[in-house]
């Protein structure tokens, strides 16, 4: 007799990244997306997803293919007709506006930020230490962006809070459950930068440089919202994405004490457990692509006009790139692969900031807390497009001989 083995069949919605029980824990639905095939088309929502990490890089590095002049975004193709410059443009303005922001963030400037980072690291680490118990994202989690992309743009927000709600808002407002209110909180940004926050930048920063000078090399268009615009995304790209790496390196390590004891006796592990932290975590779940003719993909052919939705956070935990991909492995020698970044044309700009702000913060943490623990349930943020907390109490046990 022929030992069949019969799986159930699959709902549509069992597929659907969006649904709660999906967002909540999404791995699980990211390996059923990888075993249906290099891409899968979800009906309800219109969309294709690409959930395997040979083929997110390639729909990545196949710019003209897969292009982000359409929009980037679940709603983008319908709701907007502006796009965001750089993210949401195809050479050649995408490779003009790039290489006008490029030289800010080389080795050398992004260095120049080292002794301010590593300060506000410092700072950060101390009130844990004063504090015992608190909620990792208030004191670790934001504080750290909030002062980077300060250093950086030369921008003061109102508050901290105002900040985090704004750079929220920048990927709510195009979710699915996206609310006018999320566009209402995008509108009031860009009219305090106008307002206030331009004017009251410093003589010398990236917001000048963007602002009067039009870039390194001044081809930023004066006319139009491009500067305007090119400013406002870099700012909010670096706050809730690094955030939400702090966030959720805090509860790895909590879920893997073995790993945080490995990384305070090897502190040269540090830019690799960056990089694994980013592999086992995408801060990104999902960003699109568009098709503006037929395309195969593996085997399987996609229409024109198709909104393709790359899944980083799939990419990352898929067998066939990374062995045990469930385990976070601070010492896992292929970690750098992973592509929390993207990959190709619109690799992420400011990945040398993020680098520098999450290793200046576990070097920090690693000499004054001896464990994590929780002290509370963790809640995660309803976000569709980061993965992050809204919320994560714990408890910290100092190092012994900390000060
Ligand atoms: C852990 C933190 C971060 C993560 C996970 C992250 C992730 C990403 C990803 C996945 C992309 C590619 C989007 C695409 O292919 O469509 C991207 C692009 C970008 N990121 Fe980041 N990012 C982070 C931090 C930052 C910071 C700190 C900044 C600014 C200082 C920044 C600025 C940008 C910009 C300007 C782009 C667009 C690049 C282009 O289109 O050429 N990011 N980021």
Not at 139 to 144: D, K
Not at 219 to 247: F, K, Q, V
Not at 355 to 360: F, P, Q, S, V
């Amino acid at each position: 007799m022929t030992n069949l083995s019969i799986q159930a069949p699959i709902q549509p919605s069992e597929l659907d990244p969006y649904r709660p029980a999906a967002l909540a824990d999404p791995y699980p639905v990211y390996a059923r997306l990888r075993e249906q095939g290099p891409v899968v088309f979800v009906p309800g929502r219109d969309i294709w997803l690409v959930p395997g990490y040979t083929e997110v890089v390639k729909v990545l590095r196949s710019h003209d293919d897969f292009v982000s002049g359409d929009g980037v975004t679940y709603a983008a193709a319908t709701l907007r007709t502006e796009r965001y410059p750089l993210i949401e443009s195809d050479p050649p303005d995408h490779n003009r506006i790039r290489r006008s922001l490029q030289p800010a963030f080389m080795k050398d400037p992004i260095e120049a930020l080292r002794p301010e980072i590593e300060a506000a690291a410092a700072r950060i680490a101390a009130e844990v230490a004063g504090l015992g118990e608190f909620d990792a994202v208030q004191v670790v989690a934001q504080p750290m962006p909030d002062r980077a992309m300060q250093l950086l743009t030369g921008l003061t927000p109102p508050s901290r809070q105002t900040l985090a709600e704004w750079s929220d808002a920048v990927s709510r407002a195009e979710e699915p459950a996206g609310t006018p209110h999320h566009f209402e909180l995008l509108t009031e940004a860009l009219n305090w930068l106008v307002a206030e926050g331009i004017a009251a930048m410093p003589a010398h920063c990236l917001g000048r440089l963007i602002m009067s000078d039009g870039g390194t090399d001044g081809r930023l268009d004066p006319e139009g919202p491009e500067r305007l615009m090119t400013l406002a995304s870099i700012w909010m790209a670096g706050i809730d994405s690094t955030g939400a790496l702090l966030g959720n390196a805090i509860d790895a390590f909590i879920e893997h004490p073995d790993q945080w004891e490995l990384l305070r006796s090897r502190p040269d592990l540090i830019p690799n457990a960056v990089d694994e932290l980013l592999r086992y975590e995408a801060p990104f779940r999902v960003f699109y692509r568009h098709t503006r003719a037929e395309v195969d993909l593996g085997g399987v052919t996609i229409p024109a006009g198709a909104s393709v939705g790359v899944l980083y956070g799939s990419a990352n935990r898929d067998p066939r790139q990374f062995p045990e991909p469930d385990r976070l492995d601070i010492t896992r020698e292929n970690a750098r692969t992973h592509v929390a970044f993207g990959t190709g044309l619109h690799l992420c700009l400011g990945q040398p900031l993020a680098r520098l702000e999450a290793a200046a913060m576990l070097t920090e943490l690693t000499t004054r807390v001896e464990r994590f623990e929780r002290a509370g349930e963790p809640v995660r943020d309803p976000s569709q497009t980061v993965r992050k907390f809204a919320a994560l109490p714990v408890r910290m046990i100092p190092a012994k001989g900390a000060a």
